[in-house]
Each structure stands twice: as structure tokens, then as C-alpha cells.
């Protein structure tokens, strides 16, 4: 029998199988906690630190002090990987309010639940990214920037699950989200990019979108490989007419749509800038420099 994965949660490893938390932790009892979806390729955490500080800033906007310190805390995630002999992995780091009591307040919660997964991934490439994946707008907006803002990647995710829903009963790949206002916002896990006439838009920071660690690092590369890269609110009409799409995220890498709402994107096959960004991306990712390495 193979042997099982080992997760961590609060200084302990548990195989998975036995890897529980309590009934009465505030991240299943209310979605109360954050969390961070981050890959390792070939060895290499990709951007490890960039989102370990974005975990700490989400726990600070919801006021969640996490019991570790951020050096602490890469070193949980990296030791998980060392524990599983993983070098190409999905990791999912988890921080919720903790153990409490049936009320909500957060004041019965004293400590803050850690938990760190290193499973497996497939890294083979998928036949809808060779040819692009067809995706639809959602009934389903993304919540302004108040309270329950993506831009914190807390653990109420329902808004994102109700949108999939749709997606999947629809038969497309993909659901995107509009902000409040009806301009573009980002998918369920992925931001968003159109290309126009050879320069790359993206919706601004305010339409509640999460900063993407992905969409930050393929706008660098972009702008390395002489593209302009430019935030603007995209209208359906713009997205509809753009010559590219495509979205990018830690679990999606970069992925051309070809399809919205049944309206063919550009060519209907992904286009030539999307094509080289995708070709470019495996090479940031294993570049030591824009990661961690787990084993030195
Ligand atoms: N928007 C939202 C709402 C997200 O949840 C992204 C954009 C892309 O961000 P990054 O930083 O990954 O480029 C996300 C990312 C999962 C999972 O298991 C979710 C995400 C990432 C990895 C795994 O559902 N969300």
C-alpha cells in the first residue's frame, strides 16, 4: 500500500486520513479563517514569501492573530513537503479562528487553528488549456469591497462555488464574475487578462478581485517581454470583442478562454501573446529566484 500523505495541523503531522479538526472550529462552523493555494515546481515553492504575506495580511484585515511567526510558518510549509518527499506539489495552508463555542464571536476562540496540506499534482497539460476553455458570465457578482471582499482570501467561498454552479450546469469550463458596477472582475480562482491590439488590460484592484500572486508575476513577465500592461474596468462588450483572454492563477497557470457566453474569443484558439506567456511561465515558476527552494 502506498503510503499515506502526512498533513500538518498545530505542530502535529496526522496521515491524511486522520488528519480532523474539531465540529466546533470557527473555520467549518463560519468560514471564520484564511487561506493560500501555492504550488512547488521541481523543487522550488513558487513565490513562498509573497504568499505567506498575503495570508498574514488577510488574517490581519480579519483580525485573526496567527499563533506563529511568518519565518515560522515557512518553515511548517516547507517541512511538510520535506516530510511528504514532495518536489512537485499543491500545498493549501489553512489558518481559521480556531476551537469555540456555538456563538459566533471570536472571543471564545483563544487560538487560531494551523493546518498546512502537501498533496500531489498532475502536472499534465489538460486538452481544454492547449485549446482554451470556454467560460460564461455569472448571475453570480463578486461582493463589493466591504466586509466579505475577495481581495481577503477568507474562507467564504461560496460566492466563487455558486458561480462554478453555474458553470457546470451550463456545460462551460469557467464562470466569470462581474463586480457590482457590471465590469469585469475575475473568475472563480482566476484573475483575468484581455489582449487589444497588442497591449494586455486587466480589471483594477477595486472591483474586489483577490491579488493574484499569479496575475503579479505574468504582468512582470509581459512587461519583461515588451508588452504593456495596463489596468482598466472591462466592460462585456469588450470582453466579448477582445483578441485574447485569458486567465491565470496558482491552480490554473496561465489559461486562454476561447469561448464566453457562446461568443468566439478572437481566433477561437489560443492567441499568439497568451501562447507565449504560456510558454514562458514553466520557465518562471522552476527559476530559484522567484521561489524557495525545499531542498538546499
Ligand atoms: N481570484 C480568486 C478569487 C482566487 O481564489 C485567484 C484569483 C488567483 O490568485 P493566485 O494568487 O493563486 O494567482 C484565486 C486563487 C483552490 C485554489 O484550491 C484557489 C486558489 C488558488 C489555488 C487553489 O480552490 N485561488
Redesign the pocket.
Known sequence: MEKELLVYIDGEYYPKSKAKVSVYDHGLLYGDGVFE?IRAYSGIVFKLKE?VD?LYRSAHTIMLQIPVTKEEMTKIVLDTLRKNNLKDA?I?LVVTRGIGDLGLNPKKCPKATIIVIADTISLHKSEAKEKGVTAMLSWVKRDPVDATT?EI?SLN?LN?ILAKIEANISNVDEAICLDKNGFIC??????MFIVKNRRIFTPPSYTG??P????EAVTKLARKLGYEVIEKNITPYELFNAEEVFF????AEVVPVREINKRQIGSGSPGPITKRLMEEFPKLVRDPSEGTPIYQ
Open positions: 493555494g504568499h498575503r499543491y493549501r475577495h482570501k467561498y466563487s475575475e473568475g472563480v480562482a482566476e484573475n478581485a483577490l493574484g500572486i499569479t496575475a491565470t492563477g496558482t491552480a
